[in-house]
């Protein structure tokens, strides 16, 4: 838990969802007083809507107490069924190598999430959540941001030092206050949405996709399971699809009975949602962070929404507690742009991609499209071309100007369907065990989160890379020897770390340096450029590598 003595500054933070929750929780832990504003009345518990919540994502809420409340009620589904009419195309089973505490992802309805959160907000003395309070006004200068609110009571003002703006996909005042623009473009099918309850014997621990069922010819359908005997099914369906005519005449029972047969169910929950692909142009607006859905929205099919989410807040929160604490220069915040918005372009690249497939809008993506279905079904080599969805991911900072290169530690490119990259400057660290019972960790993250982390090999010189870091940041620093907190080498392999080396991790568990036989000058220049003082932080703009 991170350690601090006393309150420094304000977040305001705009948005009362789960990635606004999750950012109110991580500030607060940096000891950062959070006005959290929503402009509903109250929460509204309803629908699964975000439902697959990634295993590094529940990392992060294990730092806010709610990871493993999320990982234990939800559920992991082990097998994935692809279908192509009535053909099985193929099946996989999920590779888990048992490192980490958590499941590969769990299925949980976001409302189920939310509640979770809210607990932990109840008891966090540094929060205060106000609903009813609209933002339809920003003003900011070098000293603070004022929002201005519309509430029953009247229009308020409120002020604050920076502000977080997790207003989700509806943020439009929000963004067209802060003078950004969001292009992209909107899916014309819609998709139907239904939250079930059924006894589906077999199915409980099984993902299915169907392209081009019978009962659904031309279209797709997923379906996913989640806790308490639920299914979540998804159908692609016309532009001009009308729910409550369907639900009227008895066409959606007749839809749902083509997958279930004539057992007994119970519709929980039903919706009809458009796609997005937009992404802002700017995710810094002076003293103003976006973050999540006000910031960039993909096609769900993935899981990359929520889940990108949640990284934007912890990347913006760890930024902002360093610069309102005075531990870093107001320039840091720059790196929140350059490190998160080539983040969500790389979401926005796999998700297109994934919706090219999925939804063609021309005549060769769709014969593209019919040519590797109709190969898939009997040719084993074509499995990898059928594209329904790659499963969120950490993004990796090679490029970012926090970030100092290892030339033995060259980065290959975005990492095969369901692999990380090898460990090394950008890459979130594994998580792995550690032997550390006087830090309270028992896990190479948990050590990370509380500030940054220098791992000194067996070769190198702990005194001087601490008295490094003591002249590099003001802000909190652990050097601990590999040695000692990895008596059996298993952090050693999964890093494959060296005794000559330093390895500079961030508060957010990602490597910011690999440094070899290092001198004081290098641990203080990798350290100073991970906290925000190297050259060409607020200069560097977004990812510039290979795409694989």
């Not at 082990?78 to 299925?107: I, K, M, W």
């Not at 742009?337 to 790389?346: K, W």
């Not at 500030?451 to 001087?464: I, K, N, R, V, Y």
Request: hydrophobic letters at 40%.
């Amino acid at each position: 838990m991170v350690s601090t003595n006393a309150t420094a500054g304000r977040v305001a933070v705009i948005g009362n969802g789960p990635v606004g929750q999750t950012a109110a929780l991580l500030l607060a832990r940096w000891g950062i007083p959070v006005t959290l504003l929503d402009a509903r009345p109250e929460r509204d518990l309803v629908g699964s809507k975000a439902i697959c919540q990634q295993r590094d994502v529940l990392d992060i809420w294990d730092a806010v107490g709610v990871g493993r409340r999320v990982a234990e009620e939800g559920l992991t589904w082990t097998t994935a069924r692809t279908f192509y009419r009535d053909h099985e195309l193929f099946a996989y089973t999920l590779d888990d190598p048992g490192q980490s505490c958590f499941p590969p992802f769990v299925n949980i309805s976001q409302s189920r999430t939310e509640e979770l959160l809210d607990e932990r907000i109840a008891g966090q003395e540094l929060i205060e959540t106000r609903w009813a309070h609209e933002v339809v006004g920003i003003e900011q200068d070098g000293t603070g941001v004022r929002l201005r609110c519309a509430t029953p009571a009247g229009t308020v003002e409120l002020p604050a030092d920076y502000a977080l703006a997790c207003a989700g996909a509806t943020g439009r005042e929000v963004r067209r206050a802060l003078g950004v623009t969001f292009s992209g473009h909107s899916f014309e099918d819609r998709f139907l949405i239904c939250d079930i309850r059924a006894s589906l014997p077999g199915w409980s621990h099984e993902r299915r996709f169907y392209f081009d069922p019978e009962w659904n010819p031309g279209r797709q359908v997923l379906i996913h399971p989640c806790p308490g005997s639920t299914f979540r099914i998804d159908w692609q369906v016309p532009s001009d699809y009308d729910l409550e005519a369907e639900e009227a005449g008895g066409a959606l029972d007749e839809r749902i009975r083509a997958i279930i047969g004539e057992r007994p169910y119970e519709i929980v929950w039903n919706s009809v949602y458009r796609f997005h692909s937009r992404v802002v142009d700017r995710m810094r607006a002076g003293r103003v962070l976006l973050a999540g859905d006000c910031a960039h929205l993909f096609a769900p099919f993935g899981a990359r929404g929520l889940n990108s989410g949640v990284a934007d807040v912890e990347n913006a929160a760890w930024k902002l507690a360093l610069v309102l604490r005075g531990w870093a220069g107001e320039e840091l915040l720059e790196s929140y742009h350059a490190e998160r918005h080539a983040a969500a372009l790389e979401n926005l690249d796999v998700t297109t991609a994934t919706m090219d497939f999925l939804v063609p809008h021309t005549e060769q993506q769709q014969r593209t499209r019919l040519d590797v279905l109709e190969r898939a079904v009997h040719d084993r080599t074509a499995h990898a071309e059928v594209n329904s969805g790659r499963l969120a991911e950490p993004y990796w900072y090679v490029d970012s100007p926090l970030t100092t290169p290892d030339r033995r530690r060259p980065f290959a490119g975005r990492p095969p369907r369901g692999s990380t990259p090898p460990a090394g400057p950008g890459i979130l660290v594994p998580d792995v065990p550690v032997s550390a019972p006087e830090a309270g960790a028992s896990r190479l993250r948990e050590l990370a989160r509380d500030g940054f982390l220098l791992l000194a090999g067996q070769g190198t010189d702990p005194a001087m890379a601490r008295d490094a870091a003591a002249g590099a940041t003001a802000g909190p620093v652990r050097v601990l020897e590999l040695p000692t907190i990895d008596p059996d080498g298993t952090v050693r392999r999964a890093l494959g770390a060296r005794a000559d080396e330093v390895w500079v991790i961030r508060p957010d568990a990602h490597t910011a340096a690999v440094l070899t036989e290092p001198r004081h000058a290098d641990v203080a220049a990798a350290l100073g450029r991970a906290a925000g003082a190297g050259d060409g932080v607020a200069a560097r703009g977004h990812d510039t590598r290979e795409r694989a």
